[in-house]
């Protein structure tokens, strides 16, 4: 994480969105080339629950984040820089006994086939989260809980803390899941597409992209994603360069929504899924209209696609909702490059 603001979480005001999952510290390659080659790598944070976290405090909303980390350095740095960005980190536990993750990777786009990822998060502090040692308070004291498939494939107290999550309650807050099927992090692989499907429908807001759908459940297209999870009374398919559609269960039939993606001058792919989820969520939190919640995961996105790392300062909320606000025609003439969150930046149309 570059350019860390410095921000101070009001701890005594209830969050608007709670995020529970693991972040760890990356170390982030000095140029580009596998990673027997890099020479250096610079540190920064990553981890999908954080980073949706700190875009929605960046963003001026009340956040925290949830999780475990170990009693080291790398712990410290976590939530130090989690905290930074003005998220709650006041709830997130400290375990002596077991270590923070850490992950290396090249700085090539995770798509391809030499992108490469090095992973040391085997037996790490949230890891060992369970229903047994979470905070339940704080987990359910905000409008909406967030949470990811990642946090499923950690280890099997994880999935039994997630089950425990997303079961039904009196006072249960939103369930906003982030499907993230990351096949090499299951020691069960052929199990989770399965269980994947299974929090999605005992969830209420869903995020899923078209082709991790496809890859874990053999099912393509928009229509047939929903046809799979009827439940959730919003699910979301984000849909690549062809933008995302949105199933909102309006009664006897869902109102259908499809938004263009933006056309971006992309710096690193890295990070953008869960800015989207954090720009639809805040506008979920504003109340407006479908369209325009897509609209903001679409700018939120942007913001991280045209910077080198998983997490930047979102365009300032006037500057926003005036992009969102805009026709379908001048929508689809905009151009988004680095620099272009910023006020003075002229925004490029084509």
Request: charged share 20%.
């Amino acid at each position: 994480m570059s350019g860390t603001p410095a921000r101070t979480a009001d701890a005594t005001t209830a969050a608007e969105v709670v995020c529970l999952g693991e972040s760890m510290v990356t170390f982030l390659p000095s140029q580009p080339g596998r990673l027997a080659d890099v020479p250096s790598f610079g540190r920064g944070i990553g981890g999908a629950e954080s980073n949706v976290a700190c875009a929605l405090a960046a963003a001026g909303h009340r956040a925290a984040w949830i999780s475990r980390v170990g009693a080291d350095g790398f712990g410290d740095h976590l939530v130090e820089a989690v905290a930074g960005y003005g998220v709650d980190t006041s709830a997130v536990q400290r375990d002596p006994a077991r270590p923070t993750g850490i992950y290396f990777r090249t700085a090539t786009d995770r798509a391809t086939d030499v992108h490469e990822v090095a992973y040391y998060r085997a037996g790490s502090a949230a890891s060992a989260m369970s229903p047994d040692n979470v905070p339940y308070e704080a987990l359910f004291a905000g409008r909406v809980l967030h949470l990811s498939g990642i946090t499923a494939a950690l280890s099997a107290d994880c999935l039994a803390l997630l089950h425990a999550l997303t079961a039904p309650r009196p006072g249960r807050p939103l369930i906003s899941f982030d499907v993230n099927h990351r096949p090499g992090l299951w020691r069960d692989a052929d199990a989770a597409p399965e269980v994947l499907l299974d929090l999605a429908r005992r969830s209420d807001l869903v995020f899923v992209g078209e082709d991790e759908a496809e890859e874990a459940w053999g099912v393509k297209g928009a229509e047939a994603i929903r046809a799979a999870l009827p439940e959730p009374g919003v699910l979301v398919v984000k849909r690549g360069p062809d933008g995302a559609t949105v199933f909102s269960d309006a009664g006897e039939a869902d109102d259908v929504t499809t938004v263009p993606a933006l056309r971006v001058d992309v710096v690193a792919p890295v990070g953008a899924g869960d800015a989207f989820a954090a720009g639809f969520l805040s506008a979920t939190l504003r109340d407006l209209p479908v369209r325009d919640r897509v609209r903001h995961g679409h700018l939120m996105a942007a913001a991280v696609l045209t910077v080198p790392g998983d997490l930047t300062d979102p365009p300032a909320r006037a500057h926003a909702d005036a992009l969102a606000a805009l026709d379908a025609e001048a929508w689809g003439r905009l151009r988004l490059g680095p620099g272009w969150t910023g006020d003075d930046q002229e925004v490029r149309t084509t």
